[in-house]
């Protein structure tokens, strides 16, 4: 089977990813009710069952809404690093000690055959990270919440052949929007949400470089973009930047806050 995907829903109303290779499969944050997260897994043909531990970015509640109850209801172990523990905490209820499982920021595990390496982004929690995968060859990185794309950042997104990265809002849009200015400035900032501009300036060296094959769009605000509009903006940072991506079979790939992406097969 290989290394494979499925967002299973991303934005502000809720995120979670199921990552799968030939012996492994991790839930990578849980976002949604657990009743939620449940429909949409079954939409993917896959079970709580089937899980074997739960990786968690950071503890804001659109990425651990579910977590307490989802973990519990099929013992798994959740992975996460200690300041993220202690922020979110109170609001994941009681686990069992063997069931609360440290990864250290930068730190690198083997779950059978699928190898997690977790690094720092950027981004107003207590210590927020990403997360690489890789099987077969092939790497899988998740990149979203992140203000912008530190050299260090950029440094974890080079060899993906596919990934998931924050298109979060329009800046016109937001700027315009009906936001408080203080959280305009918050989402705008070092430590809050990449733009469809700044998406775009991230993916014109992943293209020139040529691995990149495919690019799924995510974490998109609801009030303050669309998707077509993304990929408008992202193509046409591209295209100003002379990069004409067709040349380098690249794709950029929707993701949706109310339905599950395809499952996709990542190959090296």
Request: charged share 25%; aromatic share 8%.
């Amino acid at each position: 089977m290989g290394l494979r995907f499925t967002v299973l829903s991303s934005g502000s109303t809720g995120n979670a990813t199921v990552v799968s290779s030939s012996a492994a499969t991790v839930l990578i944050d849980a976002g949604l009710s657990g009743k939620k997260i449940e429909s949409l897994m079954q939409e993917r043909e896959v079970s709580g069952s089937e899980l074997d531990a739960i990786f968690v970015t950071h503890e804001h509640s659109d990425h651990i809404k579910g977590l307490g109850a989802f973990a519990r209801k099929y013992g798994l172990p959740v992975y996460a690093n200690e300041k993220t523990w202690g922020a979110m905490n109170k609001h994941v209820g009681e686990l069992p000690d063997e069931q609360r499982k440290v990864l250290p920021t930068g730190g690198v595990m083997e779950l059978f055959d699928l190898r997690i390496e977790s690094y720092a982004i950027s981004h107003d929690a207590e210590e927020p990270v990403g997360y690489c995968f890789r099987s077969d060859g092939a790497k899988l990185t998740l990149a979203t919440d992140l203000g912008y794309v530190s050299d260090k950042v950029m440094s974890q997104l080079l060899e993906s052949d596919v990934l998931v990265l924050e298109a979060n809002h329009d800046i016109n849009m937001l700027r315009m929007g009906r936001y408080p200015w203080n959280i305009k400035r918050r989402i705008l900032g070092d430590m809050g949400h990449l733009s469809n501009e700044a998406a775009g300036d991230t993916l014109c060296r992943l293209v020139s470089e040529g691995r990149t094959k495919r690019v799924y769009l995510a974490h998109l605000s609801q009030e303050h973009n669309l998707m077509d509009l993304a990929k408008l903006t992202v193509n046409t940072v591209l295209e100003d930047n002379g990069v004409f991506y067709q040349k380098h079979e690249f794709a950029l790939c929707d993701t949706y806050a109310d339905r599950p992406t395809a499952w996709d097969l990542v190959k090296a």
